[in-house]
């Protein structure tokens, strides 16, 4: 695998947007909105409890039309969360979220929120690992292309 010798930390997004459980809906909209971000994170005294998803806000909204933007974010979180700490194994996190079918892995730290991971994240490390063996691979053909003309001489 492309980052297996890697911890979680060196992928996570260390800016993640936190929201009390108590809060409107409607201010998770704004954050949500504001930020252009997927996700925030769901937190009791700032230890998660939830995370909220743009198809959570979809789903459970239209699912449970009393459900309104006044409503509270505990209602439509999804709970339990999966979170890791910043030690994981980056190596592990694709079968993770694969296993629990989920796209967004909030890192703790201590209880504490210190990041998270997406899909995204993923996609976008795993491109840069590539363009850097594909530069590396390149490296080696020309350097090899040199050594035969060298020797052809």
């Known amino acids: 695998m492309v980052f297996r010798l890697h911890k979680i930390s060196k992928l996570m997004q260390k800016d993640v947007k936190t929201i009390e459980e108590d809060e409107p809906i409607s ?19 700032g230890s998660p409890t939830g995370i909220i998803t743009e198809r ?10 009393k459900c309104t933007k006044k409503g509270k974010v505990k209602e439509v979180m999804t709970t339990p969360i999966v979170t890791k700490e910043s030690n ?8 993770l979220m694969n296993d629990y079918m989920i796209r967004h892995v909030p890192i ?9 991971v997406t899909q995204t994240d993923i996609v976008k490390y795993t491109q840069k690992a590539m363009r850097h063996r594909e530069i590396a691979l ?8 040199i050594l035969i003309n060298l020797v052809i001489r």
């Open 56 to 65: 959570d806000l979809i789903n459970r909204m239209l699912a449970k039309s």
């Open 88 to 95: 994981f194994p980056t190596s592990k996190i694709v079968k």
């Open 108 to 116: 703790v730290n201590e209880g504490k929120v210190i990041g998270i």
């Open 138 to 145: 390149l490296t080696i053909v020309i350097m090899i292309i």
């Open 27 to 45: 201010k998770a909209i704004e954050v949500m909105n504001f930020y252009k971000i997927s996700c925030i994170v769901v937190t009791r005294k």
